[in-house]
T-cell receptor, first 114, second 110 residues
Framework: GAVVSQHPSRVICKSGTSVKIECRSL??????MFWYRQFPKKSLMLMAT?????????EQGVEKDKFLINHASLTLSTLTVTSAHPEDSSFYIC??????????FGQGTRLTVV | KQEVTQIPAALSVPEGENLVLNCSFT??????LQWFRQDPGKGLTSLLL?????REQTSGRLNASLDKSSGRSTLYIAASQPGDSATYLC?????????FGTGTSLTVIP
């Protein structure tokens, strides 16, 4: 199946700094990329939907200035957590999707803010 | 808005048992339904994809069915193994959105 590469898999950062997470579709072009956040023992919570070349659509309650999403090409989307705080510590997962077909997920990024 | 529910939330079975995981969705206007597996601290692995025009898909010991009219899907796992222990998530796609279920945490006891 198709491969989605998410990097880094783990990151520890100091409070107040920014962290960038990359999501790449390696062997296909994705119409849309989704960013999810997952709390311990919970299902995935959709944060935002991004389409190449346009602004991301954020879910209610997700701060767009805090979680900056850039979708520069059909194979790359980035999520930047700005001015990170300990409450931003979580598991973040991206997904790449060609509309109405199968969705493929990255391996996730464990963010710890200290 | 589409809501996807999975029952049970957690399931523990002895090795070798056949089991069924359930997924229900509120809006039958879907394009497809996908079942995923998630191991602790890991991303999602796609198990089966059922297009809206299909009734079921099979892969090895896994069989997934889809009944759009009733808003239900089941994932059948035959002869369960300890390695099947994971969280199983279903998701439906509609328009340009993907809606996840709440997940079923499966433990297969050796």
């Amino acid at each position: 199946g198709a491969v989605v590469s998410q990097h880094p898999s783990r990151v520890i950062c100091k409070s107040g700094t920014s962290v960038k997470i990359e999501c790449r579709s390696l062997d296909f072009q994705a119409t849309t990329m989704f960013w999810y956040r997952q709390f311990p023992k919970k299902s995935l919570m959709l944060m935002a939907t991004s389409n190449e070349g346009s602004k991301a659509t954020y879910e209610q309650g997700v701060e767009k200035d805090k979680f900056l999403i850039n979708h520069a090409s059909l194979t790359l989307s980035t999520l930047t957590v700005t001015s990170a705080h300990p409450e931003d510590s979580s598991f973040y997962i991206c997904s790449a999707w060609v509309q109405n077909t199968e969705a493929f997920f990255g391996q996730g990024t464990r963010l710890t803010v200290v | 808005k589409q809501e996807v529910t999975q029952i049970p939330a957690a399931l523990s079975v002895p090795e070798g048992e056949n089991l069924v995981l359930n997924c229900s969705f509120t809006d039958s206007a879907i394009y497809n339904l996908q079942w995923f597996r998630q191991d602790p601290g890991k991303g999602l692995t796609s198990l089966l994809l059922i297009q809206s025009s299909q009734r079921e898909q099979t892969s090895g010991r896994l069989n997934a069915s889809l009944d759009k009219s009733s808003g239900r899907s089941t994932l059948y796992i035959a002869a369960s193994q300890p390695g099947d222990s994971a969280t199983y998530l279903c998701a439906v796609s509609a328009g340009n959105q993907f809606y996840f279920g709440t997940g079923t945490s499966l433990t297969v006891i050796p």
